[in-house]
């Protein structure tokens, strides 16, 4: 099946509220109004709401597993969902499916408001989670113990959702969260470290684009490459191939970036006689004092200093 024209211009569904959430998959109504856990199983898709795309204000977490066929697009990326695995959604960002009955799809699905959260030091922490900014094609794949950590914790979240409310049960959940995503960060972490050979050759391809680019003279009119700009060419999110990059080199990719412009400066410093300023437009800059800046933050001395060393 295919879209239509019409069907492929159509702006996504707006769902602001679990409660619309939950009307939209088939559910029955949320027990409390800004959180919900349900498994795969129990959604109900309807013909006409297959092929919508939705947006919505609040957090997903999900884990799928045993999908009988069938591809979800998230952003500009198609994934397949043949194996199990876990993925982040933050609010606002676009979630479409296609051709997805769901049928046999085994796992969960927890959404949390942002608004559950106030009070909380979450609140805030949780936008350091650089994977909720992940595209589909850069899902969590767990271990069988892994997921077996996993599903203790969210079984702890559904055992307070389904508990009568009490003094205790807001702190509960926040905390059960809090460890869920803690958790998901350290799989994270061994998933870059375990999947050597692919970062190696994201690690190739990265410093090839780089060598490319301040090598062929396109600084003064383009500027300096952007993070978005170089992970959009290696096809990855912006926050992926920084986290990669931190956990594998211990630097993320504006410090790659910044590694490459002293290189060319210290450089052009100590082999030709262009002023500070002079380099500073060569690599890219609008202003010389933001070229000095960098260069002494970077290397302890200022350019002039580093030019005079040679001498």
């Known amino acids: 099946m295919y879209k239509s024209e019409n069907q492929q211009m159509k702006a996504p569904a707006k769902v602001s509220s679990i409660s ?16 919900s856990l349900f498994n795969f199983d129990d959604v109900i ?59 046999g799809v085994k796992g969960f699905v927890l959404v949390i408001h942002p608004d559950f959260f106030h009070g909380y030091p979450l609140a805030s922490e949780i936008r350091n989670y650089g994977y909720f900014s992940y595209v589909s ?3 969590l ?6 997921e077996k950590s996993i599903m203790h914790i969210v079984e702890n979240i559904s055992k307070e959702i389904d508990a009568n409310m009490d003094a205790y049960t807001q702190d509960l959940l926040v905390s059960n969260i809090d460890l869920l995503l803690k958790y998901c960060d ?5 998933q ?14 990265l410093e090839a684009l780089l060598d490319g680019y301040f090598k062929n003279d396109v600084l003064p009119d383009k500027g300096i490459p952007t993070v978005n700009f170089v992970a959009s060419k290696l096809n990855l999110s912006p926050n992926y191939l920084s986290d990669m990059l931190r956990v594998n080199t211990g630097q993320t990719t504006q410090q790659h970036i910044q590694n490459r412009v002293i290189e060319k400066a210290k450089e052009l410093l100590s082999t030709t006689s262009l002023s ?9 800059f609008e202003h010389s004092q933001s070229f000095h800046r960098l260069f002494k933050n970077r290397t302890a001395v200022s350019p002039l200093e580093f030019r005079q060393s040679f001498n």
């Open 45 to 103: 898709l309807e013909p006409e709401t297959i092929l919508s795309a939705i947006t919505t204000e609040f957090y997903v977490v999900a884990l799928k597993k045993d999908c009988a066929g069938g591809k979800c697009k998230y952003g500009q990326q198609y994934y397949d969902f043949d194996e199990g695995i876990m993925y982040f959604i933050a609010p606002h960002q676009v979630l479409q499916f296609e051709d997805v009955l769901l049928n």
């Open 137 to 139: 094609n850069e899902a």
């Open 141 to 146: 794949h767990l271990s069988e113990k892994e």
């Open 192 to 205: 870059f470290l375990t999947r050597k050979k692919a970062n190696n050759d994201l690690l190739t391809k």
């Open 20 to 35: 619309a959430l939950h009307q939209f998959l088939g559910l029955a109504k949320p027990s409390n109004p800004l959180i």
């Open 276 to 284: 500070v300023s002079e380099i500073a437009y060569q690599l890219g």
């Open 186 to 190: 350290r799989f994270y972490n061994r």
